[in-house]
């Protein structure tokens, strides 16, 4: 990757992170590779052979990566390297240092607590037609909020899908660790859901893994992140859709949803 621009840019400064968390995360599974299973040894994340960051330039050159992006893969076998994927990172999770850990940003219950008034407003400023199901939305996001500060906080990508993940019959690579901070496992498979919607056995095996105690927590997650998403401005038509569907679901056809499975 090659970025050319001012270092205290929003881009610049992700790129900065990835490399980050590619080098961090490298040098735990180095430190445990010796007693992680033989489906873990498969994966990976990039190894970063050099980078250069200068006041108005980076460059990161990594390893070749084997594989092609899950995106063209089975169903089968998306959701198989997908799920190795979360346990991966929960498994570099438990084997961090305490210093290791404090080098990582997170996101505890306050960020998402004090981002969201300003988030609610944006997003019905921005689609207007779904102002009452923003507002039906917020009792459940505070609720949430309020019970998912006793959780621990993980690794989580928070861009984790079939095209961040690089499968071949050898190896599974993790991509684009930009976004990479320690904070609450659930929101993984909400933003997974995010980009995934329409695939419909993934988007159903993301809900049915959702136990009955984290079903409050993962709605307002839910709500909490399409609202956020939809205070962008100029998405592109397929992003929107997805978006408002995931909102009207979480809002309006959650709790039919999960009576069914019963």
């Known amino acids: 990757k090659w970025w050319t621009g001012k270092n205290q840019t929003f881009a610049a400064q992700s790129l900065i992170h990835e490399i980050s968390m590619n080098n961090l995360l490298e040098k735990v599974r180095n430190r445990i590779s010796k007693k992680i299973g033989t489906d873990f040894l498969q994966i990976s994340t990039p190894r970063i052979i050099t980078s250069k960051i200068t006041n108005r330039s980076i460059l990161i050159m990594s390893e070749f990566s084997e594989g092609e992006l899950l995106r063209g893969s089975n169903t089968i076998k998306q959701l198989r390297d997908y799920y190795l994927s979360l346990s991966y990172l929960k498994i570099l999770t438990q084997n961090l240092t305490k210093a290791e850990k404090r080098s990582i940003p997170k996101r505890k219950v306050s ?74 496992p659930l929101y993984e498979l909400v933003t997974t859901l995010a980009v995934e919607w329409e695939n419909k056995e993934f988007r159903e095996s993301i809900l049915n893994s959702v136990s009955l105690k984290s079903q409050n927590v993962f709605r307002g997650l839910m709500i909490h992140f399409a609202t956020h998403a939809l205070t962008a401005d100029n998405l592109p038509e397929r992003y929107l859709t997805r978006y408002k569907k995931m909102l009207k679901f979480a809002v309006n056809d959650f709790l039919t949803y999960y009576k069914k499975k019963l």
């Open 111 to 184: 960020d998402y607590l004090f981002l969201y008034p300003a988030l609610l407003s944006v997003a019905m400023l921005r689609q207007p037609k779904y102002i009452f199901t923003f507002l039906r939305g917020v009792p459940f996001v505070l609720s949430a909020v309020a019970k998912i500060r006793k959780q621990s906080l993980a690794l989580v990508h928070r861009d984790l899908h079939t095209q961040n993940i690089l499968a071949s019959d050898k190896e599974t690579t993790i991509i684009d660790l930009q976004r990479v901070v320690l904070t609450y």
